[in-house]
């Protein structure tokens, strides 16, 4: 059983910064693909990050190209998302998830078998 919980959401202004940490337990965590999605009040759940099992392939949604930037420790068995430039568009509840796979990444939530609790992000104006 995967289980994966984030940490790091909070408050932040507008043109802030803040950094999402999702820690995975997990026997081999380099054989998992890692992506983060975000659900805002009142819409569906949005592809954000992804990232392959090894780290040498990441993919972005469009709203947050330049923006985010994801990563991953395997040694650590955490996977990471830095949030620059935050806008209001952002605040959303962000969760982590975790596929089994050694071959690329994966956009669609669908795909993941694995998901952890959320946080929250709040951007003020």
């Known amino acids: 059983q995967v289980q994966l919980v984030e940490s790091g959401g909070g408050l932040v202004q507008a043109g802030g910064s803040l950094t999402l940490s999702c820690a995975a337990s997990?026997?081999?965590?380099?054989?998992?693909?890692m992506g983060w999605f975000r659900q805002a009040p009142g819409k569906g759940r949005e592809f954000v990050a992804a990232i392959s099992w090894n780290g040498g392939i990441t993919r972005y949604g469009d709203s947050v190209k330049a923006r985010f930037t994801i990563s991953r420790d395997n040694a650590k068995k955490t996977v990471y998302l830095r949030m620059n430039s935050l806008k209001s568009e952002d605040a959303a509840v962000y969760y982590c998830?975790?596929?089994?796979?050694?071959?690329?990444?994966?956009?669609?939530?669908?795909?993941?078998?694995?998901w952890g609790q959320g946080t929250q992000v709040t951007v003020s104006s």
């Open positions: 998830a975790a596929v089994p796979s050694r071959v690329g990444v994966l956009l669609s939530a669908s795909e993941y078998n694995y």
């Open positions: 997990v026997g081999t965590f380099s054989t998992y693909a």
